[in-house]
């Protein structure tokens, strides 16, 4: 009730062992903490924060307009919830390698595992779309060796994404994340490869764990995590599943309303009000409350 039982550290922790260990972690992508909730009554190990989510949900395009407080007081929200690891998008670190190394220290405040930052130019652009342009190698590392110096948590996981292999080709994408990792950076995130050929590739071409976004709509094939895992893939976010699944119902469900006049005919595709409860932890705040409100003291 209220808030998760564990630590951030105990989180971080769970998420290097993770990575350590055998197998895949799976992180959707939490539009909210009700979401986040969910994702870990569904069996999944860890949460992801979207940077395109964030961007969606305010209402804007995802081309680097959000801001860290914003990105922060999202994951904070978040966190507070989850007992996961909770990975966030923190785009290009909002600014100059000292902007990154307090994007690091922010978002360890806000109780998350790790956070990746990308190799893009400002304004930056979604991984899947065309007109991106990477930022020269020596500015990279520039920023992956102020974020890893400005941690204050050894267990939190600075990721280097690179988006080079839709830009220089999947070679010069590898050569990337050599880099990034000599830089200090203990995972690396290659994004928008195109299927399972490119996937190995990059998988031996580097000795840190891998991340890969099965993102729809995108650049990538839809890989299952059997696959995956068979590939040697180490951890895979589906960042804007959720949200899109959830859009795609409220427009259906516009349509529906304008059109009848009524929710009648949606009900039952709704949640229902005791799953939300349940989700909630409804019993649990009613049943404090009670022992609060019927306290008498000596």
Same mark, same amino acid.
């Given at each position: 009730?209220? $808030?998760?039982?564990?630590?951030?550290?105990?989180?971080?922790?769970?998420?290097?062992?993770?990575?350590?260990?055998?197998?895949?972690?799976?992180?959707?992508?939490?539009?909210?903490? /009700?979401?986040?909730?969910?994702?870990?009554?569904?069996?999944?190990?860890?949460?992801?924060?979207?940077?395109?989510?964030?961007?969606?949900? /305010?209402?804007?395009?995802?081309?680097?307009?959000?801001? %860290?407080?914003?990105?922060?007081?999202?994951?904070?929200?978040?966190?507070?919830?989850?007992?996961?690891?909770?990975?966030?998008?923190?785009?290009? =670190?909002?600014?100059?390698?000292?902007?990154?190394?307090?994007?690091?220290?922010?978002?360890?405040?806000?109780?998350?595992?790790?956070? $990746? %930052? +990308?190799?893009? #130019?400002?304004?930056?652009?979604?991984? $899947?779309?065309?007109?991106?342009?990477?930022?020269?190698? #020596?500015?990279?590392?520039?920023?992956?060796?102020?974020?890893?110096?400005?941690?204050?948590?050894?267990?939190?996981?600075?990721?280097?994404?690179?988006?080079?292999?839709?830009?220089?080709?999947?070679?010069?994408?590898?050569?990337?994340?050599?880099?990034?990792?000599?830089?200090?950076?203990?995972?690396?995130?290659?994004?928008?490869?195109?299927?399972?050929?490119?996937?190995?590739?990059?998988?031996?071409?580097?000795?840190?764990?891998?991340?890969?976004?099965?993102?729809?709509?995108?650049?990538?094939? /839809?890989?299952?995590?059997?696959?995956?895992?068979?590939?040697?893939?180490?951890?895979?976010?589906?960042?804007?599943?959720?949200?899109?699944?959830?859009? =795609?119902?409220?427009?259906? =469900?516009?349509?529906?309303?304008?059109?009848?006049?009524?929710?009648?005919?949606?009900?039952?595709?709704?949640?229902?009000? +005791?799953?939300?409860?349940?989700?909630?932890?409804?019993?649990?705040?009613?049943?404090?409350?009670?022992?609060?409100?019927?306290?008498?003291?000596?």
């Amino acid at each position: 009730m209220l $808030h998760t039982t564990t630590t951030p550290a105990v989180r971080r922790r769970a998420f290097r062992d993770g990575l350590a260990a055998d197998g895949l972690l799976r992180l959707p992508g939490a539009p909210n903490p /009700l979401a986040a909730r969910m994702i870990a009554e569904a069996g999944f190990e860890g949460v992801y924060v979207s940077g395109a989510v964030v961007s969606a949900d /305010l209402a804007l395009p995802d081309v680097g307009l959000t801001t %860290l407080s914003e990105v922060a007081a999202r994951t904070t929200q978040i966190t507070r919830v989850t007992d996961l690891p909770v990975l966030v998008d923190a785009d290009t =670190g909002f600014g100059e390698p000292l902007s990154a190394a307090r994007t690091v220290q922010v978002l360890e405040d806000a109780g998350a595992a790790g956070c $990746h %930052l +990308e190799d893009q #130019e400002n304004p930056k652009r979604c991984g $899947h779309l065309a007109g991106k342009v990477v930022r020269p190698v #020596e500015d990279m590392v520039r920023t992956l060796r102020a974020a890893v110096g400005a941690r204050r948590d050894p267990d939190f996981v600075v990721c280097a994404r690179t988006d080079a292999a839709a830009v220089e080709g999947l070679d010069a994408a590898i050569d990337r994340a050599r880099a990034y990792v000599d830089a200090g950076a203990d995972m690396v995130f290659a994004e928008a490869v195109s299927g399972p050929a490119d996937i190995a590739r990059f998988r031996a071409g580097i000795d840190v764990p891998l991340l890969v976004n099965m993102t729809e709509f995108g650049r990538s094939e /839809l890989v299952s995590a059997t696959q995956l895992a068979d590939l040697g893939v180490d951890v895979v976010i589906y960042p804007v599943t959720l949200f899109r699944l959830a859009m =795609g119902a409220v427009a259906d =469900g516009l349509r529906a309303l304008a059109a009848e006049g009524t929710q009648a005919g949606l009900v039952d595709r709704m949640q229902t009000r +005791e799953q939300l409860y349940e989700v909630l932890d409804y019993d649990a705040y009613a049943a404090f409350d009670d022992s609060v409100a019927d306290f008498r003291g000596a």
